[in-house]
């Protein structure tokens, strides 16, 4: 290639690299206007109202960012909850439910269906029945439809030789599950047949 087709060349890289940037960022403006309030300027305003305007979009940016960074708190703090929920259900479902519980509690969540759930789970496995029915209770409380509880309470049930219960139970999640082929519901007809326990 000739020196004069090199610059030739790397000019029109140039050109099309530019093209490209301009589509980019025109593609990108109504993504953005969702979040970024965009002046239309099809709609001429006065010179008071813009300044009003400008206020406005000041606080509206300032609100925009309280906004953002709230949300990625909440994110933060929700990824924190499912990583310390998981390392107590993984305790407890080890046999270690003391730790579990402890570690459930630290959560500072327990009106949270899950976190209530399993402290009860750790507490009837321990045989701290009482502690169990207590926080079954409290899960459901929190969330009335709240499977998993249903069934571990109708295992509570069988436990305390309250049958009949337990096969109220069973129906409840049946009815939630909305057929007989959840693993809640197995796993309470296990219990109840005596085929199994949790």
């Known amino acids: 290639m000739n020196p004069m087709s090199l610059q030739q060349a790397l000019h029109r890289v140039g050109i099309v690299a530019s093209a490209a940037l301009l589509v980019a960022a025109l593609g990108v403006r109504p993504a953005l206007a969702a979040a970024t309030p965009w002046p239309d300027p099809a709609d001429p305003v006065k010179q008071d109202d813009q300044k009003s305007n400008k206020k406005k979009s000041k606080k509206n940016e300032k609100d925009e960012k309280s906004g953002a960074i709230e949300q990625q708190e909440r994110q933060l703090a929700q990824e924190k909850f499912m990583q310390g929920y998981h390392a107590a259900y993984e305790l407890i479902m080890a046999g270690h439910y003391e730790a579990g519980i402890v570690a459930l509690h630290a959560l500072g969540r327990d009106d949270h269906p899950d976190v209530a759930n399993y402290i009860g789970y ?3 496995k321990m ?8 926080w079954y209770e409290a899960a459901l409380k ?38 007989t082929d959840c693993t809640e519901y197995k796993q309470l007809r296990d219990v109840i047949d005596g085929t199994a326990s949790y």
């Not at 045989?127 to 207590?134: A, C, F, L, T, V």
């Not at 571990?152 to 939630?176: I, P, S």
């Open 122 to 124: 750790a507490n009837r």
């Open 127 to 134: 045989g701290n029945y009482e502690q169990s029915k207590i």
């Open 142 to 179: 929190a969330d009335p439809n709240h499977t998993r509880t249903w069934s571990y309470y109708g295992m509570w049930q069988m436990e305390q030789g309250n049958r009949l219960k337990a096969e109220d139970d069973l129906q409840k999640v049946k009815l939630l599950c909305g057929n």
